[in-house]
């Protein structure tokens, strides 16, 4: 869905980002129409596809609710006892077991604000033309970024891309996101946030994947979506549920994009040298005493497949997970999470070698012993085909 890829102000708003992440950019466009209330026209599973390519709303503004049960309830409990809160006071527990909520504003691609708000305070990207501001309540400090002057174009596209300018061109697009691993089906009408809606149900055919279904409701006007749910196989209930809890398509006040830091506040400008800069400022480049050792790299991420079955495949570079689980060597606070995290994990064993599984109702993530991490939405089974 080339609209995401060109627009990445409507990808990272609106709750549809989670459904491409998780899609893969693919999907078949079948021809069942829609059973829709009768207050809605009818709409065939490729017209809302198409819809969906079309969106283009002039502003919106809203609450967004982002609610997680991915299977990991020991993972959960180890990350919070790790002190895995962060600024908004969710943290990693809450985006893999609990809820997030934001509040969002939208008035063209240059005119963005996102509010995660938490129990501990309420951090805020805003951006403003060139201007980008990051802002964490907790602490009272923030970071201002001055985005290239080549950011954009004359036609007000964010980046450069094929977004549709006429249905024809965006039916065609559609088509040419047929991918026949994907089942398409629509499910009638749906009211979320106070708005009709078309669901639009996505299906993997694929018996390696561990999605079950990926569910859409596509606002019946504006045609974004206001809600995903991901559906691991065989579950009645929603692993990751993401949705407006209310919207307004007016335009924002400009106001909501103007950045005012509280008195105290302490704010990163352009060019301001960073805390470790400042530490290695004036500081020899090399000891007389222990000559700089060249640092190890890992190879570059593989994708291996394509579609709701792909593997992403890294090797970490030589010694890092001997170095982490090995309790003898490492003392940090990363080596001690290391070893705790993998200590919980199971150990597997097949023709690749050995290693740790961390297998959740949506995604499996295999740990070799030899540095390799094979991660993807799919069945332990099918990593260990990849590995």
Known sequence: MS??????????????????????????????????????????????????????????????????????????????????????????????????????????????????????????????????????????????????????????RALPGSVPSTPQEAADAALAAIDPTTKVQTTGAAEVAGRDAYELVLSPKDSDSLVGQVRLAIDAEQHIPLRVEVYAKGAAKPAVRVAFDSISFSVPDAEQFTFNPPPGAKVDEPGTPSADSNKTKGAPKHSSAAPAKPSAKGEEPKI????????????????????????????????????????????????WGKGRLLSGSLFSVLITDDGRVLAGLVTPEALYKVA
Do not use: C
Request: aromatic share 4%; glycine share 14%.
């Open 3 to 156: 609209v995401w890829k060109s627009r990445p102000a409507l990808r990272w708003l609106v709750p549809g980002a989670t459904a491409v992440v998780v899609i893969g950019g693919g999907a078949a466009a079948g021809t069942i129409v829609a059973s829709a209330d009768p207050s809605l026209p009818d709409r065939s599973a490729a017209q809302l596809l198409v819809d969906l390519q079309s969106a283009n709303p002039a502003g919106l503004s809203g609450t967004v609710v982002q609610s997680a049960d991915l299977g990991l309830p020991g993972i959960a409990g180890l990350a919070s006892n790790l002190g895995g809160a962060s600024a908004s006071g969710n943290g990693l527990t809450s985006l893999i077991a609990g809820s997030n909520t934001a509040r969002v504003w939208y008035a063209g691609e240059d005119k963005v604000r996102f509010a995660l708000q938490g129990t501990q305070g309420e951090t805020d990207v805003i951006r403003n033309g060139a201007d980008v501001w990051q802002w964490s309540s907790s602490d009272n400090t923030g970071k201002h970024l001055k985005l290239p002057a080549d950011t954009g174009s004359k036609t007000g």
């Open 304 to 351: 291996i497949g394509k579609g709701w079955t792909t593997v992403v495949s890294a090797k970490v570079p030589a010694g890092t997970l001997g170095e982490l689980t090995d309790a003898s060597k490492g003392t940090g606070d990363q080596a001690k999470a290391a070893q705790a995290l993998l200590g919980t994990l199971p150990e597997v064993s097949g023709s």
